[in-house]
């Protein structure tokens, strides 16, 4: 069982918006500002999209960004295109052992 | 521009060591705040983090896999290994090593991974 909580599955329209939860507790989540969102298409590795909870590095689109309230961080993306189909991670720094925890991860169907 | 590159064997047997190398380019693991870390997927799972070096050789480890992880760095040849003894099947997974610079605290680049099964 993965330490923080994401929906296994949604989905959305082209040009709609979605958005994905990532949960966890007061030792994660909720005591840092080291949540990062991770884009991996079939066959790829992991792709950073957000870091620090709502940055975005360079070369990443303005229609991903993040945020977080308490323990619960959230990853939204507007104006869904059809290469946004991927799974996505939550992923926060802790200090309990495992240093990072990631998410179960997010299949994003774009209809 | 960053790069990082993971190789090692695609087949190893029940109780053998695995031994991961993770080469890179574009940065020095020397550079205070740089930190290289390796993480796992098991086919159709999720990521697993699973050890990371910094920059002052300071190393860390996932709890439930300390005894059996080593992770050292070369950084004269730029090079990060990681070794996992007593290998199982439930081993088996995509091994990827990424970088943790200072400035993001996140994993920013990735490695291509590399698949490791393992059979019994």
């Known amino acids: 069982q993965s330490a923080l909580t994401q929906p296994a599955s949604v989905s959305g329209s082209p040009g709609q918006s979605i958005t994905i939860s990532c949960t966890g507790t007061n030792s994660d989540v909720g005591n840092y500002n080291y949540v990062s969102w991770y884009q991996q298409h079939p066959g790829k590795a992991p792709k950073l999209i957000i870091y620090?909870?709502?940055n975005r590095p360079s070369g990443v689109s303005n229609r991903f960004s993040g945020s977080k309230s308490g323990n619960t961080a959230s990853l939204t993306i507007s104006g869904l295109q059809t290469e946004d189909e991927a799974a996505y991670y939550c992923s926060s720094y802790t200090t309990s052992s495992p240093n990072w925890l990631f998410g179960g991860g997010t299949k994003l169907t774009v209809l | 521009q960053v790069t990082l590159e993971e190789s090692g064997p695609a087949l190893v047997k029940v109780t053998q060591t695995l031994t991961l190398t993770c080469t890179f380019s574009g940065f020095s693991l020397s550079t205070s705040g740089m930190r290289v870390s390796w993480i796992r997927q098991p086919p159709g799972k999720a990521l697993e983090w699973l050890a990371r070096i910094d920059w002052d050789d300071d190393k860390f480890y996932a709890a439930s896999l300390k005894t059996r992880l080593t992770i050292s760095k070369d950084t004269s040849k730029n090079q990060v290994v990681l070794v996992l003894t007593n290998m199982d099947p439930v081993d088996t997974a995509t091994y990827y090593c990424?970088?943790?610079?200072?400035?993001?605290?996140?994993?920013?680049?990735w490695g291509q991974g590399t698949m490791v099964t393992v059979s019994s």
């Open positions: 990424a970088r943790i610079p200072t400035a993001k605290s996140a994993f920013d680049i």
């Open positions: 620090e909870v709502s």
